[in-house]
């Protein structure tokens, strides 16, 4: 058969799924333009396309761990990375790529990039700008120009193989919709405001020539809804504790903007939403059976084991600003770690919160029953399947509780989806700026920054009334939480530990009450009667319960294999956790024949927390190996206890302060640098401090500072594992 020339394939590489759904836009989308898309994940090279025989491509790929590909993609970049392809092995593709990152990292878009110019070196050509979406400063800032972009560029190219094309470019929505100040719409606008409200929208070819495709300036920090009686940072107890909240909830009316009011010169002007998706699944219920409520992950691809909890230490005073909890898990026989691995735990959404949304859209009677999900059958969703982390036969209960993300804030395409079940004018109209091009700096400020929830969201408007339909076709999937290994399975094999904060997130910013993390605050509850202080005796008759995890592989941090080289390691907080992995490690090979007389390399840790006696994390463990020679020196920071000036604060300060012989262990000893902890700043710091150590003591200007340090993290010598 012939190709048709209004075709193009569109690959994406997902880990989080975040590349998954901007393809599924980028395929509804094609559709209005006439144009025939053909869609996959990378994982399905030479089973359901053959890169070497496209001539247009689309690709969308996220980056993982230190720069790595999605594991999905792994197979796809090997193949392209052969030495033996040709330079010409591509020449007849054209393709369009757009990387997904977060500059919080140091490898920013490193998967994109490196895909990019290997596609090049093989002689492909771009017919359209790559692009770089970063998640720091949300990626639908360059993922929705990105797009909007792209269709000319499809068309234009796609032209030129072929002039049967349609005469199309991209179709927006433009709502001609203003209101003042107060949020009133004006009765000049009365009549086309009642029109767009009920759904008869303008589409246009073009963009308006009067209208902007500026950002709007992010506005003042938005106001705050009353607060409760309940202790800031505590989640309310119970559902009709939080229920009785939201009924005695009254929201605080300002003159500024907030996340249900805008100020000129947004609520002036017309603005243009994204296209609204179309349906394409039913909940078909079955009144008479109900269904026992039970974990379901069956759309990982990882090997799911189960992990019983048999310890829980509280590593921190009461007093402490955080609550940190080290899990000591009892693993199955074929589960195997090394120190520097994370495990991934499969988490729920807190039941609470579950039972609130359930009741706001108006199927809390049928939560229990047995349900199916099908595909609707006249559905004009391009080919449309059931996501694979949808169960076709479940319950709303089971199916919100372990298969969707009702925390992560709503992707415009939500909004713009609960734009259509909203009946009050004002609130329509508010929803509408916050899905819009021209509200980009309002849905920064007001959801994406403060983690607004699709319930937040929900009480915020209590005129939006969407189907349960549509948000499970919406709301993405809910992910297992990743925490680093901090044990060796040399020193307490068939057993893991894992140490991680407890996050508490207050009642304000539109949050409308406060909750823990999802994954943290699920394990706090369950194991509430099995905390222990670290200094009790050993609990033998305690209360056990099962987690399922998955392991996640660090291929790069890891200890040297040469047990000569030196190892520089900074983790401030519980950053410090792999770090007790490795050196309980090291304490086992040293008791090894296989290592009898072999020399070991020097072990220097620089931790770093606010008190030394409210939260200096594996004080009496990091105490005993340095007694035992395992661990040759100990660096602490105490960033809120008072001490003199010259007192390192940080651990970047005890870095610097300790330049020489950090330097010696670089230079002459060839010593590999662990840094594990937040990106935001500490990674960053610790960057900085290396940096300001090569400018002041070996005498390098920036560059060459910089270019030392490229060179380090590229022979494997600077290694991170830090998050935001």
């Known amino acids: 058969m012939p190709v048709k020339k209004n075709r193009f394939l569109l690959l994406y590489g997902s880990q989080t799924g975040q590349a998954d759904a901007i393809t599924e836009e980028i395929q509804d989308n094609s559709v209005t333009h006439g144009l025939e898309c053909e869609r996959h994940c990378l994982s399905q090279v030479e089973k359901k396309f053959t890169l070497e025989k496209e001539t247009c491509v689309v690709i969308v790929t996220s980056t993982t761990g230190d720069g790595e590909p999605p594991d999905t993609a792994l197979k796809f970049f090997r193949r392209l990375k052969k030495k033996t392809l040709p330079n010409d092995y591509l020449s007849s593709l054209n393709y369009a790529l757009l990387g997904l990152g977060d500059s919080n990292y140091t490898n920013f878009c490193n998967a994109g990039k490196t895909l990019d110019k290997r596609l090049e070196e093989l002689g492909a050509k771009r017919f359209y700008a790559s692009g770089w979406a970063d998640d720091a400063v949300g990626l639908e800032q360059a993922v929705e120009p990105w797009i909007e972009g792209l269709f000319p560029a499809l068309l234009k190219f796609l032209s030129s193989q072929s002039s049967n094309l349609p005469d199309s470019c991209i179709k927006e929505e433009v709502f001609e919709i203003k209101s003042d100040s107060n949020g009133v719409v004006s009765d000049k606008n009365e009549q086309i405001n ?32 009353p607060p409760s009686n309940e202790k800031k940072g505590e989640a309310m107890n119970g559902t009709k504790g939080l229920e009785k909240h939201f009924e005695d909830l009254t929201l605080t009316v300002t003159d500024g903007p907030s996340l249900r009011k805008s100020v000129p010169p947004l609520c002036d002007v017309a603005v243009t939403v994204p296209v609204l998706p179309p349906a394409y699944l039913s909940v078909c219920y079955d009144a008479d059976q109900s269904m026992d ?30 609550k940190t909890l080290k899990l000591r898990l009892k693993i199955d026989d074929d589960f195997e770690y090394q120190p520097g691995d994370s495990v991934s735990v499969f988490c729920q959404n807190e039941e609470k919160e579950v039972e609130m949304l359930l009741k706001r859209l108006n199927v809390l009677e049928k939560a229990d029953c047995t349900c199916r999900i099908e595909l609707m059958k006249d559905t004009k969703k391009a080919k449309a399947a059931i996501p694979l982390h949808i169960p076709t036969i479940t319950s709303l209960r089971n199916l919100f509780t372990y298969c969707i993300d009702i925390r992560e804030p709503p992707k415009k395409a939500v909004i713009r989806l609960l734009v259509e079940e909203t009946t009050n004018p004002q609130e329509k109209r508010r929803l509408q700026e916050l899905c819009s091009k021209q509200g980009m700096g309002d849905y920064t400020s007001y959801i994406r920054n403060p983690e607004i929830s699709v319930l937040d969201l929900l009480y915020a408007f209590p005129s939006c009334r969407p189907t349960v339909d549509r948000l499970i076709e919406s709301l993405p999937k809910l992910q297992p939480r990743p925490y680093s290994a901090c044990s060796s399975p040399l020193k307490t094999p068939g057993h893991l530990d894992i140490a991680f904060n407890v996050i508490n997130i207050p009642e304000s910013d539109g949050r409308t009450f406060a909750r823990q993390g999802i994954c943290t605050g699920m394990i706090d509850r369950l194991t509430t009667g099995i905390q222990r202080d670290v200094s009790m005796e050993e609990i033998t008759d305690t209360k056990v319960f099962e987690l399922q995890i998955s392991p996640r592989s660090n291929q790069y941090f890891r200890l040297p294999s040469d047990i000569s080289i030196p190892i520089i390691m900074i983790g401030p907080g519980t950053g410090v956790a792999p770090f007790v992995g490795f050196l ?37 463990e990091l105490a005993r190996l340095q007694k035992l020679g395992i661990l040759s020196k100990l660096f602490v920071s105490f960033s809120r206890d008072i001490q003199s000036e010259d007192e390192p604060k940080y651990v970047q300060d005890n870095i610097y302060k300790n330049a020489e012989e950090v ?51 590229l022979d494997k010598r600077y290694l991170e594992d830090v998050w935001t």
């Open 293 to 322: 409520q039970s974990p379901i992950h069956t759309s990982s691809s990882a090997v799911i084991s189960k992990a019983t909890i048999i310890r829980t230490d509280v590593l921190t005073s009461h007093e402490a600003v955080k």
């Open 584 to 620: 309980q490690h090291r304490e086992l090979q040293k008791l090894s024949p296989d290592f009898a007389n072999q020399t070991f390399g020097e072990t220097f840790l620089f931790f770093g927390c606010r008190n030394q006696s409210l939260d200096f994390l594996f004080k009496e």
């Open 194 to 225: 009642s029109k767009a409200l009920n759904g008869d929208f303008k589409e246009t070819g073009t963009q308006d020539k009067n209208m902007t495709d500026s950002v709007v300036a992010q506005s003042d920090k938005p106001d705050s809804t």
């Open 663 to 713: 330097l010696d262990l670089i230079e002459n000893k060839k010593a590999v640098i662990y840094v594990c902890g937040d990106a935001k700043n500490m990674a960053k710091d610790v960057n900085q401090s290396f940096m300001s150590i090569l400018q002041e003591k070996k005498e390098m200007s920036e560059s060459e500072a910089k270019s030392y340090i490229i060179k380090l993290r």
